[in-house]
């Protein structure tokens, strides 16, 4: 073979291995992303960061996460910011569901709240079974100078779940001086907190992550009224005629949830010993109700 022909074959096969790496690279398509809106809780508990890398990897699919309260995750549902909700207000996310803006509510966990504070206890209500008597010592004693409520005050669940037992004690705090609003997430509220060395409602998941940080012990426990459930809600694209919303891979989240991987996931997620969620998803399922999947 001349040099000239030589020359000639080595450009082809050149121009044959581009194309078949460009060919490859087209078949695999692009990776998606899928936007979830969640409490705080469960990302400051570091759930999400176990969970997602093996939903991502399984799915080729790119999550980003906007953690913020049960409140400000519905509006984000509501115009279309968010393709899939992680939250904790049954009412609120049943509410939701109802008015059109979510196309199924899925149960996927459970924790529960606690009431914690400072050591010494000044409103005495260590050991209480009842939130609701609780709450009553802790504005008797802020009414006497002698303790302080931190509050989330962001319409989060456990706002909604707070406010929820001072209505049941009969008393509105909102306006008094022993009572403080953060506005902020459980994290940097539980810091508040500590720093007052005040009482406060809080997710266990959130305060057994941070209480090596804190100051601040259990002091009431085990009550019903405490209990915290979690939910996944597809966004309903009907809803949202002018926003593309990736209703394919949040079907495929709540799917990997409420699966057998999902929920063994759940149970077996731990800090310092502690189990922070429980699983409880009623079998697995997409999410989608009624619906036609769409994308």
Known sequence: MSKRMLMIALVVLMVAAYAAVLGAGCGRGKQTTLVLGTTTSTQDSGLLE????????????????????????????????ADVLMVHSKTAEEQFVKSGFGLERVQVMYNDFVIVGPSVDPAGIKGEKSAVQAFHGIAAAGAAGKAVFVSRGDDSGT???EMAIWKDAGIDPKGQP?????????GETLTAAN????????????????????????????DKTLYNQYGVIVVNPAKHKGVKLNTKDASDLVLFLT??????????YKKAGVVLFHP?????????GNAREQN
């Open 259 to 268: 699966s057998e991987q999902g929920q063994d996931m759940i149970a077996s």
């Open 195 to 222: 720093e007052k060395q005040a009482y406060t409602l809080s997710d266990r998941a959130t305060y057994v992550t941070r209480r090596g940080n804190l100051q601040l012990i259990i002091l009431v426990e085990g």
């Open 50 to 81: 176990y969970l997602l890398p093996v939903f991502e990897k399984k799915y080729d699919v790119n999550v980003k996460t906007i953690a913020v309260g049960t409140g400000e995750a519905l509006k984000m549902g509501e115009s279309g910011d």
């Open 159 to 161: 706002n909604k779940a």
């Open 280 to 288: 409880n998803a009623t079998g697995q399922s997409s999410g989608m």
């Open 178 to 186: 022993w009572y403080i609003q953060s506005g902020q997430g459980m």
